[in-house]
């Protein structure tokens, strides 16, 4: 999965692939492998080489999204390319229906939203779960859920059909 990253004020993309508690990634053509353990809910420790870094991460009052590593906050803004070009093409405009997708294969965690509730773009509609990573899924729009297609502890493919917002 390909991610962009900002943190203070520069971009930088990385590709991750986790599985089986081991992940790899590049960054800058590097090639790094790391081990990732969540020994309690939301406390990730990560092992890179001989460096171990203690990660959690918290959501500001205001929405912003902090990651706290061996106690340091640094404030990101994550993104994936990938999602926000298929975000782009699933609107069709302010009016009209959004399709939400899953956008990799996992395990829906939470659902945030109920069918007829009132939404606003960017708001979360559920999380879905996938190589102990949460995805929030978010609305592209604002709108009225009209259909959510999944419950909590379902099983989804990449690409299925989780919600529709209009």
Avoid: W
């Avoid at 990938?82 to 829906?108: F, I």
């Amino acid at each position: 999965m390909k991610l962009a990253l900002e943190i203070k004020g520069r971009t930088i993309e990385v590709d991750f692939r986790a599985a089986d508690g081991g992940a790899e990634f590049t960054h800058d053509g590097q090639r790094r492998e790391a081990e990732i353990s969540e020994p309690e809910p939301g406390l990730y420790v990560i092992t890179i080489g001989a460096r171990i870094y203690r990660c959690t991460i918290d959501r500001t009052p205001s929405g912003a999204t902090e990651i706290i590593v061996n106690g340091r906050r640094i404030p990101v803004e994550i993104s994936d390319p990938k999602r926000a070009r298929s975000r782009a093409n699933s609107v069709g405009g302010a009016s009209g229906r959004a399709v939400l997708t899953a956008p990799m294969a996992g395990k829906v965690v939470r659902l945030i939203c109920a069918v007829d509730d009132e939404v606003a773009a960017e708001a979360g509609i559920l999380v879905v779960e996938a190589m102990k990573m949460q995805n929030e899924v978010q609305s592209p729009k604002a709108g009225r859920v009209i259909e959510i297609r999944v419950t909590e502890g379902q099983t989804v493919n990449a690409g299925e059909v989780l919600a529709i917002i209009e």
